[in-house]
């Protein structure tokens, strides 16, 4: 019989997963900027600060000189998630310094978004390790290893540049309606999900919150409302240009990705607060290319059942099983496969993949064993 044990743990793994991927070979003086997302207010499903802190004393053992960087919003009471510098054993700093100003820009001219500006603190090291913790995004579908860099790298003005993408293709048609306020506020009566929002003649659809349901085109006969594609496909796209800056600031050889696949909630950790687990813990995937980690993570996820009882009364389930579990929890055009798609467009890596397991703990042996015969349920109560 199998006795448990450490190599066969999360962190025993982790291990094997950091010396393979040959990050440890590559620090030996040098900087090493890791990307984590630290989480806010009374979340604690963020990444145990223990996993953060093993990678940085492996990091420290093999002679690099690491540094933790995230959004400034998150850095203030990160403490309360264990994330000090006694814990994790290296500096936490703002993505773009205290005053969300040390930054490097890019033009872009992307929709609204013309110019990119990345937090100083993800140029300033030579080696990347974008560690990112996985759950599901009511944007982006889901959120790991390319959500990680391509939002939170970025000053706050761009992270919700970002955001705005969605609004940028026109999808209100007032001039359409026979009666344009009459119109708006039935659709917002109709939005179960308090996607549409009518307030001193702006009409607004907050794209985060909607699931697709359509039900606000059962009540618009006039077509005034497009509900269409590419205003979520905007935010992947988007993201698709960011994360690709901050990659090119790291040779190709000098980035590694490690995706926590632990705690799997509906919503991203910037929610402030924790909800059930939606999906089984995966354990920890590593690589050195950035769509290779977040396909696996979405093909090993995508099949796994979603765990209904957990997932929150304001959200609706899709039945469809052809969606992945993310995808049934915040709609058809929240694809969290939209990513990857994305990030093949601009290059951001490679998404085939061969999948090796580290230190699998061996099969179980039960055909050779005689039939259990274990006694009877106590029935207590
Ligand atoms: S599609 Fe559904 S969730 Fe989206 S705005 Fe319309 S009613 Fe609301």
Same mark, same amino acid.
């Given at each position: 019989m199998l006795n448990p044990k450490p190599e066969h743990s999360i962190i025993g793994k982790l291990?094997?997963?950091?010396?393979?991927?040959?990050?440890?070979?590559?620090?030996?003086?040098?900087?090493?900027?890791?990307?984590?997302?630290?989480?806010?207010?009374?979340?604690?499903?963020?990444?145990?600060?223990?996993?953060?802190?093993?990678?940085?004393?492996?990091?420290?053992?093999?002679?690099g000189k690491p540094f933790l960087v995230d959004i400034f919003e998150q850095i /203030?009471?990160?403490?309360?998630? *264990?994330?000090?510098?006694?814990?994790? !054993?290296?500096? #936490?700093?703002?993505? %773009?310094?205290?005053k969300d100003t040390y930054y490097v820009e890019k033009k872009v001219y992307y929709k609204n978004l013309d110019v990119i500006q990345m937090g100083g603190f993800c140029k300033d090291a030579d080696i990347l390790? /974008?560690?990112?913790?996985?759950? *599901?995004?009511?944007?982006?579908?889901? !959120?790991?290893? #390319?959500?990680?860099? %391509?939002?939170?790298?970025?000053?706050?003005?761009t992270r919700f540049a970002v955001h705005r993408t969605t609004q940028y293709d026109k999808y209100w048609f007032p001039e359409k309606c026979r009666d344009p306020v009459k119109t708006a506020l039935k659709l917002v009566e109709a939005c179960p999900?308090?996607?549409?929002?009518?307030?001193?003649?702006?009409?607004?659809?907050?794209?985060?919150?909607?699931?697709?349901?359509?039900?606000?085109?059962?009540?618009?006969?006039?077509?005034?409302?497009?509900?269409?594609?590419?205003?979520?496909?905007?935010?992947?796209?988007?993201m698709a240009i960011t994360a690709k800056y901050v990659l090119d600031h790291y040779d190709e050889d000098s980035r590694f990705f490690i995706n926590i696949a632990l705690d799997i909630t509906e919503y991203c950790d910037c929610w402030g607060f924790t909800t059930g687990n939606i999906l089984p813990d995966l354990g920890v995937l590593g690589s050195t290319d950035i769509l290779a980690i977040?396909?696996?993570?979405?093909?090993?996820?995508?099949?796994?059942p979603l765990i209904k009882e957990n997932v929150s009364r304001s959200l609706e389930i899709n039945d469809n099983p052809k969606l992945h579990p993310f995808a049934r929890v915040h709609g058809p055009w929240?694809?969290?496969?939209?990513?990857?798609?994305?990030?093949?467009?601009?290059?951001?890596?490679?998404?085939?993949?061969?999948l090796v397991e580290v230190n699998p703990p061996g099969p179980w042996k039960s055909e050779k064993l005689p039939k259990p015969r274990f006694p009877e349920s106590l029935q207590l109560y």
């Amino acid at each position: 019989m199998l006795n448990p044990k450490p190599e066969h743990s999360i962190i025993g793994k982790l291990d094997k997963i950091i010396k393979e991927l040959g990050l440890l070979d590559k620090v030996k003086g040098k900087h090493v900027f890791i990307k984590i997302h630290l989480g806010q207010n009374i979340g604690f499903s963020n990444i145990h600060p223990f996993i953060t802190g093993y990678i940085v004393r492996k990091i420290k053992e093999a002679g690099g000189k690491p540094f933790l960087v995230d959004i400034f919003e998150q850095i /203030d009471k990160a403490v309360l998630r *264990g994330y000090t510098q006694e814990v994790i !054993g290296c500096p #936490i700093y703002p993505v %773009a310094g205290p005053k969300d100003t040390y930054y490097v820009e890019k033009k872009v001219y992307y929709k609204n978004l013309d110019v990119i500006q990345m937090g100083g603190f993800c140029k300033d090291a030579d080696i990347l390790v /974008d560690l990112s913790h996985v759950k *599901g995004h009511n944007m982006a579908g889901f !959120g790991a290893a #390319i959500k990680n860099l %391509a939002l939170g790298c970025y000053t706050q003005k761009t992270r919700f540049a970002v955001h705005r993408t969605t609004q940028y293709d026109k999808y209100w048609f007032p001039e359409k309606c026979r009666d344009p306020v009459k119109t708006a506020l039935k659709l917002v009566e109709a939005c179960p999900h308090r996607a549409i929002r009518y307030d001193k003649g702006r009409f607004r659809v907050i794209f985060e919150r909607c699931n697709q349901c359509m039900r606000c085109k059962l009540v618009d006969d006039e077509n005034c409302l497009l509900i269409q594609r590419k205003n979520f496909e905007s935010f992947f796209e988007a993201m698709a240009i960011t994360a690709k800056y901050v990659l090119d600031h790291y040779d190709e050889d000098s980035r590694f990705f490690i995706n926590i696949a632990l705690d799997i909630t509906e919503y991203c950790d910037c929610w402030g607060f924790t909800t059930g687990n939606i999906l089984p813990d995966l354990g920890v995937l590593g690589s050195t290319d950035i769509l290779a980690i977040d396909k696996a993570t979405l093909d090993l996820l995508k099949d796994k059942p979603l765990i209904k009882e957990n997932v929150s009364r304001s959200l609706e389930i899709n039945d469809n099983p052809k969606l992945h579990p993310f995808a049934r929890v915040h709609g058809p055009w929240k694809d969290p496969y939209l990513q990857i798609w994305y990030g093949e467009k601009y290059g951001l890596g490679n998404p085939d993949y061969e999948l090796v397991e580290v230190n699998p703990p061996g099969p179980w042996k039960s055909e050779k064993l005689p039939k259990p015969r274990f006694p009877e349920s106590l029935q207590l109560y």
